[in-house]
């Protein structure tokens, strides 16, 4: 497996993640409009445990997803054969991209449910700049790939 397929699958998911949460966003959109859903009030009990939920995601989710990938990409780079490490990237890379944008989605489905509550599109706001530090090319594969330096 080469470099550019696995950037092209890598690609595949993470724009996939900003292609649900613009369906997130369009379906709490139409729920909110067509009055299917009524917005939660922010500040009820409903609307507190939502919002925690939410922030404790992105809390543990962001941090967690980078730093599962580091551990894990140093057990990728022992990987002798160049299709199996790349496989094993490929995994990594996927459960880091699909963690750190979790909170991303959940950010943006907790605005709309909570009528627009402004904490919500700040923590989808900083989800998604963790998610874009997640974006791949072939020059980061070669990056987190490269041997550590240990000899200080």
Not at 126 to 149: G, H, N, Q, S, V
């Amino acid at each position: 497996m080469e470099k550019k397929d696995v950037v092209k699958r890598l690609n595949r998911v993470y724009y996939g993640m900003m292609a649900g949460a613009v369906i997130i966003a369009a379906l709490c959109y139409y729920l909110l409009m067509k009055e299917l859903v009524q917005p939660i009030d922010p500040m009820s009990v409903a609307g507190q445990i939502i919002q925690s939920v939410i922030i404790f995601s992105a809390v543990v989710c962001i941090p967690l997803g980078l730093y599962l990938f580091k551990r894990q990409s140093k057990h990728i780079r022992a990987i002798e054969d160049e299709t199996e490490r790349m496989q094993a990237y490929l995994r990594a890379s996927v459960q880091r991209i699909v963690t750190v944008s979790f909170s991303m989605l959940t950010g943006i489905g907790g605005y709309y449910l909570l009528g627009g509550y402004q904490s919500m599109i700040w923590i989808a706001a900083i989800a998604a700049i963790a998610w874009y530090f997640t974006k791949p090319t072939e020059r980061r594969i070669e990056l987190e790939l490269l041997p550590d330096d240990d000899s200080y």
